[in-house]
Nanobody, 116 residues
Framework: QVQFVESGGGLVQPGGSLRLSCAAS????????MGWYRQAPGRQRELVAA????????GDSVKGRFTVSRDNAKNAVTVYLQMNSLKSEDTAVYYC?????????WGQGTQVTVSS
């Protein structure tokens, strides 16, 4: 059974940092491109960071502030998202999934709230 378990969210002040983790298991995730997505209230889910085996890509709104990384295992992968210099507009529920999405169901996500 494929499962994504996101953690590490919370309430942080503007300018602060958080590190999100995603434990993905149940499939050969080491061969997939993985990504972090987010969905703010009233907005569509968007891809903010993606990582392949050898490269990373970021959305324009997070470039230079967020860093994605991964640790591969046989039938699992842990994907991290280091978020620095957080802004109020980063407030959202953050999810991980493969890139492009659609093959696997979404996990519950982790809430990130940036507020003073």
């Amino acid at each position: 059974q494929v499962q994504f378990v996101e953690s590490g969210g919370g309430l942080v002040q503007p300018g602060g940092s958080l590190r999100l983790s995603c434990a993905a298991s149940g499939s050969a995730f080491s061969i997939y491109n993985m990504g972090w997505y987010r969905q703010a209230p009233g907005r569509q889910r968007e891809l903010v960071a993606a990582i392949t085996i050898g490269s990373t890509n970021y959305g324009d709104s997070v470039k230079g502030r967020f860093t994605v990384s991964r640790d591969n295992a046989k039938n699992a992968v842990t994907v991290y998202l280091q978020m620095n210099s957080l802004k109020s507009e980063d407030t959202a529920v953050y999810y991980c999934n493969v890139v492009p999405p659609g093959r696997f169901d979404w996990g519950q996500g982790t809430q990130v709230t940036v507020s003073s």
